[in-house]
């Protein structure tokens, strides 16, 4: 199981920028999903969550401004992140949860120009 995330860069304070996240080897339909953060010297923060058949929840630094999705056909996990701010600068993550195994991504960089 892999799990590889792209679309991180620099973003402006108030814009917007997607996250993807190519998963390979399950399907994203058969696991609850997340999406995480880190910044430098701080725990990994979840910020948004898909579980299987629940709608989806955030953290409340975020909520409001990202969206968490996935795409079975392309088996991607999203992250759609708009009105940024400085403080979502962070390494962002995703994960994929079952009974018994857990899988995670390397991350990806997102910095916020103000």
């Known amino acids: 199981v892999q799990l590889a995330e792209s679309g991180g860069g620099v973003v402006q304070a108030g814009g917007s920028l997607g996250l993807s996240c190519a998963v390979s080897?399950?399907?994203?339909?058969?696991?609850?999903v997340f999406w995480g953060r880190q910044e430098p010297g701080k725990e990994r923060e979840v910020v948004a969550t898909?579980?299987?058949?629940?709608?989806?929840t955030y953290a409340d630094p975020v909520k409001g401004r990202f969206t968490i999705s996935s795409d079975s056909a392309k088996n991607t996990i999203n992250l759609q992140m708009t009105s940024q701010k400085p403080e979502d600068a962070a390494i962002y993550s995703c994960?994929?949860?079952?009974?018994?195994?857990?899988?995670w991504g390397q991350g990806t960089q997102v910095t916020v120009s103000s």
């Open positions: 080897g399950l399907s994203v339909s058969s696991v609850d």
């Open positions: 994960d994929a949860r079952t009974l018994g195994a857990y899988y």
């Open positions: 898909l579980r299987r058949g629940s709608s989806a």
